[in-house]
């Protein structure tokens, strides 16, 4: 069967309402608090393990160009020794999520550290078993370009780790708060969700509420 035929009819896409659906299922299945208490920091590495995903800190590439890879398959991964200055092959097992180490290196990089674990995350529950049917000699880079698998990781990582109803709840509590200033804002929001205020801001703005 030809590659680029599978690939058409892989071809999934979903509402933006969806992946709030699907990010209440994944945090209400850890703790309904998550979605439906005060608002807080989700513990994105947390929920990863207890989906029984295994979560392993390795320098993925020499330059820091990969920030997260999702394991579909058994098998050997290429990660970079930093102590020997060289690749070596670590045995991965299918349900294996890599996190560049580059992010656990200070505190600064916790917004991103967390939104990659997300996206992986993502990569898992939405894309799994799009890889798991795929021909040998699939073409990854190109499909997971091609079917806008990226897009929908980093939207469904939004979901996860800024639910929606998190989100309102807590702009409104800010807005009676008295707090109106967008910048402000959007950096309390940031810390409060350890996210960056990058996403943060996009996030919000998504929403038209900054
Ligand atoms: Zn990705």
């Not at 950096?187 to 943060?200: D, G, I, P, Y």
Request: hydrophobic share 40%; net charge negative; glycine share 6%.
């Amino acid at each position: 069967m030809p590659g680029s035929m599978e690939m058409r009819q892989e071809k999934i896409f979903y509402s933006e309402a969806a992946f709030e659906g699907i990010a209440r299922q994944v945090l209400c299945e850890y703790d309904e608090k998550l979605y439906f208490g005060v608002p807080q920091a989700v513990p994105v590495e947390e929920i990863i393990e207890h989906r029984g995903v295994l979560l392993e800190y390795q320098y993925i590439r020499k330059d820091g160009r990969v920030l997260g890879k999702t394991i579909f398959e058994d098998g050997l991964d290429a990660v970079w020794d930093m102590e020997e200055q060289e690749y070596i092959l670590f045995p991965v097992k299918a349900g294996t999520i890599l996190i560049d180490a580059s992010l656990c290196e200070d505190e600064s990089k916790l917004g991103r550290l967390r939104f990659t674990c997300a996206h992986e995350l993502a990569h898992w529950l939405l894309h799994k078993d799009l890889f798991d049917r795929l021909p040998e000699d699939t073409d990854v880079e190109l499909m997971t370009e091609k079917c806008g698998l990226e897009v929908q990781a980093n939207m469904l990582a939004s979901s996860l780790l800024m639910p929606l109803s998190q989100i309102k709840k807590c702009y409104y509590r800010l807005f009676t708060d008295g707090i109106r200033e967008r910048l402000e804002i959007i950096e309390k929001m940031a810390a409060l969700f350890q996210a960056s205020c990058q996403a943060m801001r996009i996030r919000l703005e998504k929403h038209r509420l900054v």
